[in-house]
């Protein structure tokens, strides 16, 4: 008796499965449950339409490094790598909430890129040549200019890399800063024993415990774990010493070029907006009557009853006006995440080329 | 007959049309994923398999350009090659493996027996055992044991040292050593005569068995108590004593210690013995117990499937209960425990890459890094599938071997 | 309770364990011997501190962080205004699972006592007097409806019937639903999935589609006269079992997406959906091996008894075989489901936020330092409820049908 019955609910069920498959695949247009149909893997449909279609941007972060990206109590999420995730959002869709930050690791990361899984990836991610050569990813600008710094507990006497000859040190798997301190040890004739973890939190449960005598990553990394750790900051001490040159900025999958030049120019514009004094503050009366020429093609309206001059970048001349308007200039977005962490901007590689750094943007025009 | 005839015909026409189906849906998917990765050429493709052709695993020939701890015999450093380093990862597993096999076979064996004890304490506490671990995730066992147990363990420059002491007579300092850089225990150390040394040994080994064979044969011939097992072994103690003496100490044992190094002796590391990480530990306790309370049920399992006249004619005979265990039901319980116990193995084996979620360098976290330099997803899958299909495989055969011993001899 | 139930094989077991161990037929097994008194005494007082240092640590230890991150020890970061998508099915599974015990399993007093201990502890865990609390309420209430319907039809053999077809059907709709509620409209992507739901619908989903391709492949694998599907099927089977989950895994998170072809956006597929796939194939190799054991165990007769009824083939697999195939190996199917359940803390290598994994993000908030055991203890105590009650509902179904007793 319960057997056909057992049967009759077995088709139902299959049928409503078959069901549940259709509507998760039809409603892409306005859901985020799936991507596109389009094979965009084999045909190279360009990012941007995909993105378009779906709705909203998928952007790659770290989402444990306070300043950089870290996952707030209510599900958002905040920091440097995150305002850029916006800025691009806010560039494509004129809205900077249209993001769906997708945490990855440093051992995974470019996997998720290349995969398609997001569409750029913004994860104080360092710009090297055989990552863009033999891992095929499209470096837009460094908007952090960092080095690989080695963090010690401030009771240990250690000054220098000299000074650690034999040290355990605990690093992130995957990283640069894992290349960096094989060549750093290597070349000083020291030895050293690495730790690697995949993620950051159990890492400092093994700093923590003393199980490592040095942690090393990018010093901004160092500066922000610094500032969450359980002991407090004035516990631990990072050491003078920069192992590497680490350019952290958002990237694209390689051939792609017309999304590429999207996120660089939305990129470059926040430095731009900064240089010529643009700010979230001051934008709409900047659209309404610019200051000057570089203002006007920069948010893309006529200057003194002139006409708009569109240069052609995939997302329309005003592109900017939403991202300054909603996450605002270089300085600000620096200013709202990295100056809490305590890392000082003027004099640093970090400022503007007029105040002696390296944050320049060619020009808009 | 003719009906009989057709109806051949008809299910031999079924089985090949059905069968060939098969092949031609094999063939599609194949082809279809061919031509899948092959056009994969321009966005995507580099950084998931060289392009094309793909499938070539040259890049494993670069220099690494890490180091992978954890190594027992040998550390990768930086300039070996990508390929040592995904082999220095599987040899990882393999050390694992092997040592969680034994570690988890004996408390397995231990916990399966005091399940079926009679006084109603060890059975509780064995049941209670079984019960609460295996039905616990694995990977939550390892970081209760990793973050909450070995962590907390001293730092090294708080490191418990553990001497034996005689008599007030200091015989070994620094026995064993234990921070949470890890666990550091005597061990052996090789000098310049131990291949010479090993070489007596072995030959030694040969004449014992031989002299065991002749001595079994003699007995069988002959009768009486030959002494089967007493005089080869004495001999080849004796003689690989003397060679020892005469030798010089092949080899002799070693203490661990600490030594300092950095600015003002401000690191310490372990020097000697041999070193078990915390890692290591961590993972072989957790894998260990968990996979123990499986094997313990397989062990009670074939002890409950004997015929009960077993134990009553052994206990007729008035053997004692450890002689009725030993004697009479763990050899033939061995029977039906072989084969589910080599899936347990491999499944362990397996289960050993759950290490990589407290950082262990096995070959999945190898893998992991290597792919992540270097792109070719695709090809470091399928060397990891082939390295893991190698292990199974190897496990399997020595269980199939074990089981072709066991059910043979009649153990 | 339990000991009443089956006298027989209890005694028997202990008759046998005597046979194996004991020298004398001595009754008190506790103090039989000196040793054994000794290890009685040392027993009694580790039994004491045992109790004394959980006591203590239940009270003493820092809970607030369970009670503060229980939402997404549940759910992760799921979306509030989109978690309607979710209670229905958990009503759906309480009443259900109320209608079922009575129709089936008949419980104690002992265990409708420990259901509602258990109700008792995570409403005082989980809950202030919110919404959630009203709806959690509701849950039990179905549960309790669901409880007395089945107890109450079940002497009345028309409306019994009924019932039973109704809860057949509730079964066999639950996974459809579930999914059908969580895509249905303008839903939150996947990404947002997290929590215990996630640990539990990936469970459900691998074992309700990876059982039916379990039998297609044990099936496959004992088909005589085919050897090309024979060998098709072994390899399948073999491969997948060759790799271990976590390779498996990230080769569905980075090979997967290349491979797959572009039908429906397949190859766009979120991170869970492919999971999925890989966790539905996982366990149907691994269940198709368990299937196998049962289907070799049926003696030849059956088939031949089968045939020479007139049964076709498709006839003899419904009636004949698979009821008794999968009532041979149903602990070890049991078994395999529990394994694969416990499995799924592995999603985390991922990126895909289980329960686990938000426990050990939540101790590693500066916030909730050094919370790492309460955290784990916690968890753990979740999937131990879980899997403890998968087994417990094995024996019983074992007992109901007579297994090994026959």
Known sequence: ?365 | MNALTNFWYRSAYKRAIIQGAAILVVVFVGLGLAGQISNLENVHAPTFTSSPPFLTFDFLNARAGIALSHGLIFDIDSNDSRMDAILNGAWNTIRLASVLIGFASIMGLLVGIGRLSDFYLIRKACTLYVEILRNIPALLQIYIWYVVIWLTTPAITNAIQIDINFFGLELLQNFIIVSNKGFAIPWLVGHDNLGVWLFIGAVALVGAILLRRYLQKRQDDVGGNQRTNRYPILILLLISLVAYILLDSPFTGQTPHIIRSGAGGAIQNYQGGMVITGEFLAIVVALGFYTASFISEIVRGSILSLPAGQAEAAKALGLSAYQRLTLIILPQALRTMIPPLGNQYINMTKNTSIAVAIGFSDVVFATRTISNNAGHSLEIFTTLLVIYLVMALFISSVMNGLNWYVQRSGI | MSDNTQPNSEISLLQRIRMIYEDSDAKSQLFKTKLHTVITLVSLVIVVWALFTIAQFLVTAEWQVISDKRRAFMIGRYPEEHVWRIWPTVWMFAGLAGLSSALWLRPGRRMMISLFIAAAIVSYLFLEFDSNALKFGFGLLLGLCGYALGYFTYTKVSLNALVVRIAVLGWVLLIPVILVLLFIGDAPSTNYWGGLFVNIILAAIAIVVGTPLAVVLALGRTKEGYPIIRILSTTIIEVVRGAPLIAWLFMGRFVLPFILPSWFGLNEADVIIRTMIILIVFNAAYTAEVVRGGLQAIPKGQYEAANSVGFNGWQTLRLILLPQALRAVLPSLINQYIGLFKDTTLVYLISVVDVLEVGRKAFNELAYTGTALEVLVFVGFLFWIVTWSMSNLSKKVEENLGLGTR
């Open chain 1, 1 to 365: 008796m319960s057997m056909s019955w057992l049967r009759r609910g077995f088709l139902l069920s299959m049928l409503a499965l078959a069901s549940v498959a259709l509507i998760a695949c039809s409603s892409d247009d306005g859901d985020t449950t799936s991507g596109s149909n389009a094979d965009s893997a084999a045909s190279g449909e360009s990012t941007l339409e995909k993105v378009k279609d779906r709705g909203i941007l998928k952007c790659g972060i770290s989402g444990s490094l306070p300043g950089f990206s870290q996952l707030e109590a209510d599900g958002s999420y905040t920091g440097f790598d995150a305002d850029y995730c916006r800025a691009v959002a806010a560039a494509v869709f004129g809205d900077s909430s249209k993001v769906e930050f997708v945490e990855t690791t440093g051992a995974n990361r470019f996997e998720t890129l290349a995969s398609g899984e997001v569409d750029v990836l913004i994860r104080n991610t360092t710009w090297t040549l055989s990552r863009d050569s033999d891992l095929k990813q499209s470096f837009a600008a460094p908007t952090f200019y960092d080095g690989q710094g080695m963090m010690v507990k401030a009771d240990s006497p250690f000054q220098t890399l000299e000074d650690m000859d034999g040290a355990t040190v605990c690093v992130n798997q995957g990283t640069t800063t894992e290349l960096n301190l094989a060549s750093q040890f290597l070349e000083r004739g020291l030895t050293y024993t690495a730790l690697t973890f995949e993620t950051t939190d159990l890492l400092q449960e093994a700093f923590v415990a003393g199980r490592c005598d040095g942690w090393t990553t990018d010093k901004s990394g160092l500066a922000s774990r610094r500032g969450v750790y359980p002991d407090g900051p004035d516990a631990l001490r990072i050491l003078a010493v920069t192992m590497s040159k680490e350019p952290l900025g958002p990237l694209t999958r390689h051939g792609d070029d017309e999304w590429f030049d999207i996120v660089a120019w939305v990129t470059f514009g926040t430095f731009q907006a900064e240089e010529l004094g643009v700010t979230s503050g001051n934008v709409d009366a900047q659209i309404a009557n610019p200051d000057s020429v570089a203002v006007a093609l920069m948010l893309g309206v006529g200057y003194d009853g002139g006409d708009v001059t569109d240069m052609g970048l995939a997302v329309g001349p005003q592109f900017l006006q939403a991202v300054l308007k909603q996450v605002g200039n270089y300085g600000e977005i620096y200013e709202r995440n990295i100056t809490p962490l305590g890392l000082e901007r003027a004099g640093s590689l970090n400022a503007l080329w007029t105040n002696g750094g390296l944050i320049y943007s060619p020009p808009i025009r």
